[in-house]
């Protein structure tokens, strides 16, 4: 059984316009997918449509979300806020601005851990200082307020705050915005490691796509809405069969040739309210034919693709 699964999701937004249509993925326990794309393309509107937290007048029109067994549509409030934090757990952008800013990183950690299990707090105090120690923070931060912190170990203090209840599945939002290469590597490998350590599924967004090939074992391509492509990251990286995917792998910056130019994907992404009939990616695409009109299907077994061409 998969950690999260979610099958033919369509998100509308107050005009009518999808914002998401026909997005499928699936986690194991333990595993990590990462969805890429550009702004717009809807990678925070799905995390927000899988925490049933979509903004107001925006719907979910289409599909289902399951966590675990446990089909997440319909949920009463109550139920919600049982499942939120203790089983589906949510790092959001800027996640240490997410941080109380009058209280330590301790009672942060220790105020999760009891909201969620019957725990002591003797018990709770003993696990939070478990847990900023499994993040790669000294003893000295259980006791620091958020402002004190630098933004690379605030990260880590939020992220042991948002992992305090044991969820099985973690979302997480461009966690690394703002922070220095350095430490965005370091936040990789701890959001892989914690996943692994604790049987968590992993639902990472970013536009970043070199993030997510460190973060990730599996990566969903995002664009207009829809995914184009799917599959191990290192097969997606390595070997890109979308053309959009293609482009996005070759503006990624090569460490063997760092003076060289970066290249773009020409145009830009249609909005919601103007996206064309067919194949989202055509007005933008190198590759476009006539079959191009007709919406392509994402077909493949193990790695599949969104494209009359590459397909073909």
């Known amino acids: 059984m998969s950690a999260l699964r979610v099958d033919g999701l369509a998100v509308a937004l107050p005009d009518g316009s999808r914002a ?9 326990e333990g595993g990590a997918l990462g969805v890429v794309g550009e702004s717009g393309a809807g990678k925070t509107l799905l995390l927000r449509a899988v925490m049933g ?15 675990g067994g446990t089909p997440l549509a319909g949920l009463s409030a109550a139920d919600w806020r049982r499942v939120r934090g203790a089983r589906l757990a949510h790092l959001p952008q800027a996640a240490a601005h997410a941080l109380n800013p009058m209280t330590t990183v301790r009672r942060q950690v220790v105020e999760t851990i009891r909201a969620h299990r019957a725990v002591s707090r003797t018990d709770a105090r003993a696990e939070a200082a478990a ?22 170990m605030a990260q880590r203090a939020a992220l042991a ?12 939002d461009e966690p690394t915005a703002s922070l220095d290469p350095v430490t965005r590597t370091e936040i990789a490998e701890l959001l892989t490691s914690s996943g692994r350590e604790r049987g968590m599924a992993l639902l990472l967004v970013s536009h970043d796509l070199g993030f ?3 973060a990730c074992d599996q990566v969903a391509v995002l664009y207009a809405g829809k995914v184009v492509e799917h599959g191990p990251v290192r097969e997606v990286i390595g ?3 979308h053309p959009y995917t293609v482009g996005m792998v070759a503006a990624l910056p090569d460490p063997a040739r760092p003076r060289a130019r970066l290249r773009a994907v020409d145009g830009v992404m249609p909005p919601p309210e103007d996206r064309p009939e067919g194949c989202p990616f055509a007005t933008r695409c190198p590759l476009v034919r006539p079959v191009c009109a007709v919406e392509p299907e994402l077909v493949g077994t193990g790695r599949r693709v ?3 061409v590459v397909a073909g």
Not at 162 to 168: E, H, L, V, W
């Open 20 to 28: 998401l249509s026909g997005v499928s993925l699936s986690i194991p």
């Open 53 to 67: 937290q979509l903004p107001p007048g925006v719907r979910l029109v289409e599909g289902s979300v399951h966590l």
């Open 131 to 152: 847990l900023v120690a499994s993040v790669g923070l000294p003893p000295r931060v259980l006791d620091a307020y958020p402002h004190q912190l630098s933004g690379g």
């Open 161 to 172: 705050t948002t992992i305090a209840a044991g969820p099985s599945v973690l979302l997480a």
């Open 212 to 214: 997510v090939a460190r």
């Open 239 to 241: 070997s890109p069969l």
């Open 306 to 308: 969104a494209c009359h």
